[in-house]
């Protein structure tokens, strides 16, 4: 049978044609739903995938505002430093051992670390922050001798620094491993001292690796604010200085705080609480104790008691803390009895050594009392007994009054982090009785800031001024940007009552329970307080403060120092805060320029530089001592002065005597250094003639009496030649509270 051949008709044609196109549009709308869902629908995404694949976007931290005191020396600032990266998705097998070795060994890391980083499937790892300058530069050597250029990289940041260490550090605060503020200034100003941060874009390769600078593209950073402060850094140090070594010699176990403030503009010269903190390393812990207590202990309680460490070192008692003010406060309740015309200068209060307010029975610090004494007297002698009829003279509804008048129901609005609202009696809750004791500073509690801020108006004319830390600000090329302007918020009392106000805190100083803040050639004022701190189990605990204003006859300057509990021979403010607060003003009154005006009396007391006498003859130098206002002795049989003590230029008390060696070979004569403490000025004149020594007197008058020797600059028993000058510090070891 012939084999017959078949042709597809036309039907069979069209039926194909027709299921091919079938297939055809079946496939292009998968195809095409599939694209319009790439597109479309995931289009964000997917293009999301291919920038990070092609780009790689690193910010770039902006640098910092500086810091900087009132006499434009840095407190804070900014240096460049550099973050070392890899790119693992571009390292070749062969380099891996070349990465981590090198860095490990450059940077200081562990090299299991680094390979495992190298190790990983990503385009980006960052090996370590904030990597200083030479070892930078050490890490780019490396980088260009292993050809590593395209899988190893240093991006540039920034690193806060502070020159002076610890110096205002509970001021300044610190910055976090990001360079955000966390305390203090930096905190409180971060939206200036922040800056912009800047972008670095870069485009890679298929491989990953970055391609040619060509396609990069950078938007700079731009630098943060430069704030200049009223902190000036001299009299920080002054400030740190003593208030750190009245800790140590008091035994003060819940730290101390100073404050210096502008009385007419409210600046704030100088603030700090120690122990404080190294903003270079914020972090640790400095009190020795708390850290060895810290470590002891392991997991969470470890964790817990780190941070409630940290938080307490970083605290700033001048602003955070309050407390009862004490006796200080009665600056404020006598300027608002003056203002109002509730007692005289001439008006007289007894003090039986107690009194009773409603059943209430309140003490004096003087068990025996002071009897009949005017007001200006109980000032003096701050007398509670006094300050409580004061009080009750006043009113309620009067003192209530003037205590929202200074400013003491509310935070001063100081530009730092932390201040705390003050615990006063409310409207309507204050009886008699607390009237009583809030009238000598008891009862209610302010903060160090709240109190000066209020001390201040009462001796700057009468206006309550907004306390404040920053002067100005600039720009990076120094341009002032702005201006902080003295704001004075209301006058609280009179011109007169103010200036009546100043006489009666010099009396304090001068004849009153402040003796201990006594500078010669300075006329100061101020107010002893010793207080108890009512909400604590112990009985016994107590804080001593002092707050003092000079020149007292024209105001520039008021400090305020309290400590904190504390725990050595006497813990009354006069005799352990008021020495120490006048230190400062005395250090601080000589930085600026404050012209001494000596009383007679003064001057007669200053010491006198001993007259040059060597290789003269002795019946000359004799002669040149002796006018000079002093007494000589000759040792040795020569004609001619070979030595003198004490030497040429040195200060010898007025009638100290100046010994003359007029031969080489002769022997000195010495002495040993008596042990002056405890004693009275007339007793360390005797024991120091005795021995043939000079003695120069510190911290008194020669004109009062009470004090007594504290401490001495050569230590008893030491041998010294005949004629050293041994200076003695005086204190009157008073009980005034």
């Known amino acids: 049978m012939a084999y017959v ?3 597809p008709t036309k039907k069979m044609w069209r039926r194909i044609f027709c299921i091919l196109m079938v297939m055809v549009l079946a496939a292009f709308g998968t195809i095409s739903g599939r694209l ?12 999301q995938q291919a920038l990070d694949q092609q780009l790689r976007d690193t910010s770039l931290t902006a640098m910092r505002g500086d810091i900087l005191d009132t006499n434009l020396n840095i407190l804070a600032t900014s240096a460049s430093v550099w973050t070392v990266f890899v790119t693992p998705n571009s390292v070749k097998e062969n380099q891996k051992a070349l990465i981590a070795d090198g860095l490990s060994e450059i940077l200081g890391i562990d090299r299991e670390k680094i390979m495992e980083q190298v190790e990983k499937k990503t385009g980006y790892e960052i090996i370590q922050r904030k990597t200083e300058q030479s070892v930078a530069d050490e890490l780019r050597k490396y980088i260009r001798d292993n050809d590593l250029q395209s899988v190893v990289g240093l991006d540039e940041s920034s690193k806060r620094y502070y020159p002076n260490d610890n110096l205002a550090s509970t001021v300044l605060g610190f910055v976090g491993y990001d360079n955000q503020g966390l305390a203090g200034i930096e905190a409180y100003y971060e939206e200036l001292l922040g800056g912009v941060p800047g972008r670095k874009v870069t485009a890679k390769n298929a ?4 391609m040619p600078s060509s396609y990069e593209k950078i938007i700079d950073a731009q630098k943060g ?6 902190i000036d850094e001299h009299m920080q140090y002054f400030a740190e200085k003593h208030l750190e070594q009245a800790i140590i010699d008091n035994e003060v176990t819940s730290k101390g705080a100073v404050i210096v403030m502008d009385v007419n503009t409210g600046g704030i010269l100088a603030m700090a609480t120690k122990p404080d903190f190294n903003p270079n390393e914020p972090f640790i812990i400095y009190d020795t104790k708390q850290r060895a207590a810290v470590d002891a202990l392991t997991g969470k309680e470890r964790e817990e008691a780190l941070y409630e460490a940290q938080q307490s070192q970083w605290r700033n008692k001048a602003v955070s803390d309050l407390y009862e003010p004490g006796s200080v406060y009665k600056i404020i309740t006598a300027a608002m009895a003056l203002d109002e015309n509730k007692v005289s200068l001439s008006d007289n209060f007894h003090c039986s050594g107690n009194i009773t307010i409603a059943g209430t029975v309140y003490h004096c610090h003087k068990t025996i009392g002071h009897g009949p004494q005017t007001f200006q007297e109980s000032f003096m002698n701050s007398c509670n007994p006094a300050f409580i009829q004061i009080g009750q003279n006043v009113g309620i509804d009067t003192f209530q009054k003037y205590f929202g008048a ?30 009583a004791s809030s009238s000598f500073g008891q009862t209610f509690k302010v903060s160090p800031i709240q109190l000066i801020t209020a001390a201040s108006a009462a001796v700057n004319g009468g206006y309550l001024v907004q306390p404040h830390v920053l002067k100005q600000t600039m720009d990076s090329d120094g341009n002032v940007l702005e201006t902080v302007p003295t704001m004075r918020k209301q006058q609280v009392i009179s011109q007169e009552t103010s200036l009546i106000m100043r006489e009666m805190m010099e009396n304090v100083v001068s004849l009153g329970g402040g003796k201990n803040a006594y500078i010669p050639g300075y006329r100061i004022g101020g107010k002893t307080g010793t207080s108890q701190k009512m909400d604590q189990n112990n009985e016994k ?5 002092f707050l003092g204003m000079a020149p007292a006859d024209d105001p520039q300057i008021a400090v305020l120092l309290m400590l904190d509990e504390p725990h050595g021979t006497n813990i009354y403010g006069g005799t352990i805060a008021a020495p120490v607060a006048g230190k400062i003003m005395n250090d601080i009154l000589d930085y600026m320029g404050v012209e001494r005006k000596y009383t007679a009396e003064e001057l ?20 040149m001592i002796e006018n000079a206002g002093l007494s000589v002795r000759v040792v040795g049989d020569g004609a001619q002065v070979e030595r003198q003590v004490p030497a040429y230029d040195q200060p010898v008390p007025r009638a100290g005597t100046v010994v003359l060696y007029t031969d080489a070979e002769a022997e000195r004569e010495t002495a040993s250094v008596p042990d ?3 004693m009275t000025l007339s007793q360390v004149n005797s024991a120091a003639a005795e021995m043939g020594l000079n003695v120069k007197f510190s911290g008194v008058s020669l004109e009062t009496s009470g004090a007594r020797a504290i401490t001495q600059s050569i230590p008893g028993g030491e041998t010294v030649e005949w004629g050293t000058v041994v200076t003695v510090e005086f204190r009157f070891q008073d009980t005034v509270e």
């Open 207 to 210: 491989r990953g690796s970055d």
């Open 225 to 230: 604010t430069t704030l200049v402060l009223t």
């Open 5 to 7: 051949s078949k042709s």
């Open 676 to 678: 002056f403490t405890g």
């Open 604 to 623: 007669a007391e200053m010491d006198i530089n001993a007259p040059d006498t060597v290789g003269k003859e002795v019946q000359e130098s004799r002669r």
């Open 36 to 47: 319009v869902d790439i597109m479309v629908v995931e289009g964000e995404w997917y293009k």
């Open 406 to 435: 200074f400013g003491l129901t509310q935070k001063t609005g100081i530009d730092l982090p932390g201040e705390t609202d003050p615990l006063s009696h409310a409207k309507g809750a204050m009886g008699i009785i607390e009237l």
């Open 541 to 545: 605990a107590r804080i001593a403060s």
